[in-house]
């Protein structure tokens, strides 16, 4: 039994087994050896072990995704057969008295340098494919079992780290828990932690290389406890616990169809947060009064090609129909700082939080953000859809916005394409657009504030950096302060206000919110009824 601590991002219990997600370029040991003859026949069995596995995926991928895209399972197959990679596994085995799995990963690291500086942009491709084969045979040498997402039974992550488009990549369903070495609490992959209702601890020192998928393992997002192989009296507990939670959960469903109306007649929004549109369910689930946040992005990130207008257009229609007439606010781009896809190619930023990301690449790049405003005028004849724009920081970029969508309802009227204009709001996420929300107020249909980066930015402390965690306040008095300035320059424009961020689900604020004359909380879907739960006591 091993048992670790690390911080809850998201409170809730699952037991099951693990399911190891190793980086693929983490460090291998160097490991002095005596007897070569055993490395090499290790070797072997792992290199014949590799050549089963590619000879499958190459079936399942042909039958797939068809014959020509499978055909890079077979130049695995065949640059695993080469002299030369072998050769040099071997001699370095044979020479440096080393372990195979050393002498695979520096092998490999070797290989890919030479392919990486050739002229040939094919040669230089392969760089890629040496690296994967290597760490295929590394895996299997320490007896690590790939993970095949599609027929994995429901387990629980444990990783190094993931990045938001691994998360995004993920089946839901097949998700108990995720435990992390890293992480930060407000990186994007907790916040989709949350929104999945999916317990997860970060900052969890666990050694992956004592940890095998398959192993058992009991994640607690309340006391922030991951225990591998527990012991019989820990796992029966857990799974009263497990059952108990579940009844919680049924007893707050006798909240649906209620009101978000608190004992002297005040009423609030609450609405979800999504980041697909299958997230949907879970909205509609949990009572949501419509969604407050949709992180479009998410349909940018794990693929290797922008979305199409065509694409854009059937997800959020399909999001606004589903949502039959209640309030869906879509966010428009928000990629960079975290949320990186490698085909926008934005480069290395020393400083990519204040960097090249949001509304300033779809201002810079506008034929991206030409393409998903059509898809979303054209997506609001289907429902009751609203536009949000993130980081603004001027009135001259809500200016510019409003130009570029004139222009985007020209084409669409010069091609005869049905649209309608929906609602235009932005996100108050920067203190720059607290100061002027005040005249930013005039020119928008709403506010939602996003506190999240709003944090980040006033105390300037990067909601990306683990060390810096107990530094991210967004209960500081600076942050409040700029809440309620913000929620009263709306409503002296006539307009309304609400709060998009993680800290809209804080429960220990519904009431101050309330008290401030929020209008909206838009909140991860299992913070719902919850919420209405605090506010009917309010
Ligand atoms: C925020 O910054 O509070 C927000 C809701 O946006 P995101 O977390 O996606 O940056
Ligand atoms: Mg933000």
Known sequence: ?????????????????????????????????????????????????????????????????????????????????????????????????VNAEFAVAMTGDNFAAMFVGMDDDYMKARAADVKDISNRLIRNLSGEKEIDFASMEPSVIVADDLTPSETVQMDKEKILAFVTVHGSANSHTSILARMMNIPALIGVPVNLNEIRSGMT??????????????????????????????????????????????????TINIYANIGSVSDVGYALENDAGGIGLFRSEFLYLGRDDYPSEEEQFQAYRQVVQTMAGKKVIIRTLDIGADKQADYFDLGKEDNPAMGYRAIRICLKEQEIFCTQLRALLRAAVYGNLSVMYPMITSVDEVTKIYEIVERVKEELDTNGIPYKVPEQGIMIETPAAVMISDELAEMVDFFSIGTNDLTQYTLAVDRQNERLDDFYNPHHKAILKMIQMVVDNAHIAGKWAGICGELGADPKLTKRFIDMGIDELSVAPSMILPLREIVREI
């Open 1 to 97: 039994m091993i048992k670790l601590s690390g911080k809850p991002v998201y409170q809730g219990i699952a037991m099951g087994p693990a399911a190891v997600l190793r980086k693929e370029d983490q460090p291998v040991k160097r490991i002095r050896i005596a007897d070569t003859e055993t490395e090499i026949a290790r070797l072997k069995k792992a290199g014949k072990e590799a050549s089963q596995q590619l000879q499958k995926l190459y079936e399942k991928a042909k039958k797939e995704v068809g014959e020509s895209s499978a055909a890079i399972f077979e130049v695995h197959q065949m640059m695993l057969e080469d002299d030369d990679y072998l050769d040099a596994i071997h001699s370095m085995i044979c020479t440096e008295m």
């Open 217 to 266: 393992v009991m994640v607690d997002g309340f006391r922030g406890e991951a225990v591998f192989e527990p012991s019989e009296e820990i796992g029966m507990a857990a799974r009263e616990r497990i059952q108990k939670e579940q009844d919680k959960i049924k007893l707050l469903q006798e909240l649906k169809g209620k009101e978000n109306r608190t004992k002297d007649g005040r």
